[in-house]
């Protein structure tokens, strides 16, 4: 069992930057890849970003590459998600994932969300 819980979403504006936090419990935390997915109303959840189990390979979703970084600390148990130069259309709520195994990015434990509105 994985435990996780987001933190760090608010409303800033267009341009502004924030930071997204993951913190996880339960199953080793470096045993398993973990990924960033958002929802934004009316739409259907997708994936953002992905990290391995020790951070050595990355995806972006083509629509945030260069302005997202995906990051996690396995001594401190939390992934990241530094978001820079964020635009109205990444409103949505934020979701973090773990995924079956090291490279395995199947994802079977979800947080709670945390939202993040960008205004313009």
């Known amino acids: 069992q994985v435990q996780l819980v987001e933190s760090g979403g608010g409303l800033v504006q267009a341009g502004d930057s924030l930071r997204l936090s993951c913190a996880a419990s339960?199953?080793?935390?470096?045993?398993?890849?973990m990924g960033w997915f958002r929802q934004a109303p009316g739409k259907e959840r997708y994936l953002v970003a992905r990290?391995?189990?020790?951070?050595?390979?990355?995806y972006y979703t083509d629509s945030v590459k260069g302005r997202f970084t995906i990051s996690r600390d396995n001594t401190k148990n939390t992934m990241y998600l530094q978001m820079n130069s964020l635009k109205p259309e990444d409103t949505a709520v934020y979701y973090c994932?773990?995924?079956?195994?090291?490279?395995?990015?199947?994802?079977?434990?979800w947080g709670q969300g945390t939202l993040v509105t960008v205004s313009s």
């Open positions: 990290i391995s189990w020790n951070g050595d390979s990355t």
């Open positions: 339960g199953r080793t935390f470096g045993s398993y890849a």
């Open positions: 994932a773990a995924g079956r195994g090291a490279y395995d990015y199947r994802m079977d434990y």
